[in-house]
């Protein structure tokens, strides 16, 4: 097994990831979409969380009458942020993409949220459609970026993950919103404010090319009540599903590092969602057992999960290009879809940038990339 050309939820040909943020004037946002190829794809849907914002889970029911999806959005602002899949689906709709009836067509777009109000300084200052119409046009690339200016700062590669970006968007000198990579990991779309024990929190995904050619991928949201650390020290817990050499550049904690890291500030609202795909044939039901055993990684990767402040929602996707698989076929592709969602939420962390109520795992554990010790 290997990850894909870039260890991205993008390594399922067809899928397409757009991120959007919005940073100051009290904002601390953003939304994530993952757009569907024009015919949309099989999906289904795991909620484990107890506290959970969503949109049109119901439908991905296998009992229930509508078999594709043709965009799932992920976004901060809590309940409120659901109004972004608005901007989603009207984009859509002018495209003519979604389940046909009379009149037109209606673009199926379900949605799930994490909690991060307040965390830019304005309780209300939430993603609204505007931001989902950002997060689709920067997965869309036949249409033309929002015109602003574009200034990128730090967020240099590290090895072993995909790049992390930083950057803001002004217009007439005022922030507007930011845009980035498909293929990058950090603090950015849906993850912008997001928190996970005390440190920041952030995007994160991951992919698996298993010997057959059969490509398994993930995108996370990690905004947890839990800790992401490993129980007997300060290591990520996710980074021990990594695949050969792609967490070989970290080093242990210092252990004076993790004894001095005592997190005062874990908030009580949180929320870790996702995509986890494939590209074989899979039913809606087998959809749906696809994020179930993603959330087995969730639960790898952060300790506790599933709380009744967390949310916790995992979308499964099936893009249908290569056939339907065996029954040991199967196994194999949900065994993987667990590895790479805990991976997933391991590039969140060591991606995240810093900020005053949250340092990043990087700010306070320098010594996993070989620094002092």
């Excluded at 991120?19 to 999906?43: I, K, M, N, S």
């Excluded at 730090?154 to 930011?178: H, I, L, M, Q």
């Excluded at 997001?194 to 949201?221: F, Y």
Aim: glycine share 16%.
């Amino acid at each position: 097994m290997r990850p894909g050309p870039t260890n991205s939820l993008v390594d399922v040909a067809g899928l397409r990831v757009g991120h959007a943020q919005r940073v100051g004037g009290g904002y601390r946002t953003g939304t994530t979409v993952v757009l569907a190829p024009p015919e949309g794809v099989v999906a289904g849907v795991d909620v484990r969380g107890a506290a959970p914002g969503t949109r049109e889970t119901e439908l991905l029911d296998p009992r229930n009458l509508v078999e594709r999806v043709h965009a799932v959005v992920l976004s901060g602002g809590s309940a409120y942020g659901l109004s972004a899949a608005c901007g989603v689906m009207e984009r859509l709709a002018d495209a003519g993409i979604g389940f046909p009836v009379a009149g037109g067509v209606v673009p199926i777009v379900p949605a799930a949220v994490i909690y991060d109000l307040g965390r830019g300084g304005d309780f209300r200052a939430t993603p609204d459609a505007t931001l989902g119409t950002a997060a689709y046009d920067a997965a869309h690339p036949t249409i033309p970026p929002l015109q602003g200016t574009v200034t990128l700062h730090g967020g240099a590669a590290r090895a072993g993950g995909p790049a992390p970006f930083r950057g803001t968007v002004t217009n007439g000198g005022a922030a507007r919103f930011a845009t980035a990579p498909a293929v990058a990991s950090g603090s950015i779309g849906a993850g912008t404010g997001a928190l996970a024990g005390g440190l920041a929190g952030g995007v994160g995904t991951a992919s698996a090319v298993l010997p057959g050619g059969v490509t398994v991928a993930a995108l996370a949201v990690v905004n947890a009540a839990g800790s992401v650390l490993d129980p007997a020290g300060a290591t990520l817990a996710g980074i021990r599903y990594g695949l050969p050499g792609e967490f070989d550049h970290l080093r242990l904690p210092a252990a004076a590092e993790a004894e001095a890291w005592r997190p005062d500030k874990v908030t009580s609202f949180n929320t870790t969602i996702g995509v986890v795909a494939t590209d074989l044939t899979l039913t809606k039901a087998q959809c749906g057992k696809l994020a179930g055993v993603a959330h087995d990684g969730l639960a790898r990767a952060i300790r506790p999960a599933h709380t009744m402040v967390d949310g916790d929602t995992v979308f499964g996707l099936a893009t249908c290009a290569r056939p339907a698989p065996g029954p040991d076929g199967l196994q194999d592709v949900l065994a993987a879809a667990a590895d790479v969602f805990s991976r997933a939420v391991a590039h969140a962390m060591l991606a995240a940038t810093g900020r005053e109520d949250a340092p990043a795992y990087l700010d306070v554990f320098p010594s996993v990339l070989g620094g002092d010790r």
